[in-house]
């Protein structure tokens, strides 16, 4: 995302989610299809973490997602959601709570 304001921001509903499931994205090389646990459901999500990430070690994860955005087809697969992550020169970090949280609960 780029430069948004802080009442943009404030609107976004970050939620704690646990990664049940990866796999290769089956259109792009640098692309996971990720299943999340939300709580009261479970969605699907691409994201583009490949480069950094091996799916075995994303699996069980705890991670902080954006829920409230409309969902987008991204090369052919549907993605309800966005992961958060930090990029720098050394590569990507997946953002993740301090300590275990329930999958579903607000991150605020």
Request: charged share 30%; net charge negative; hydrophobic share 40%.
């Amino acid at each position: 995302m780029d430069n948004i304001s802080f009442e943009e921001f404030k609107k976004m509903d970050l939620r704690c989610a646990r990664i049940l499931e990866v796999q290769d994205h089956p259109n792009a090389d640098k692309l996971y299809v990720i299943k999340i646990d939300l709580g009261a459901e479970t969605r699907q999500l691409v994201a583009g973490i490949k480069p950094w990430y091996n799916k075995e070690e994303l699996v069980g994860r705890d991670i902080v997602v954006i829920t409230n955005l409309e969902p987008r087809v991204i090369r052919g697969m549907e993605s309800k959601g966005m992961l958060l992550a930090a990029q720098d020169e050394a590569g990507v970090c997946i953002l993740v709570p301090e300590k275990p949280a329930k999958p579903g609960s607000a991150v605020s």
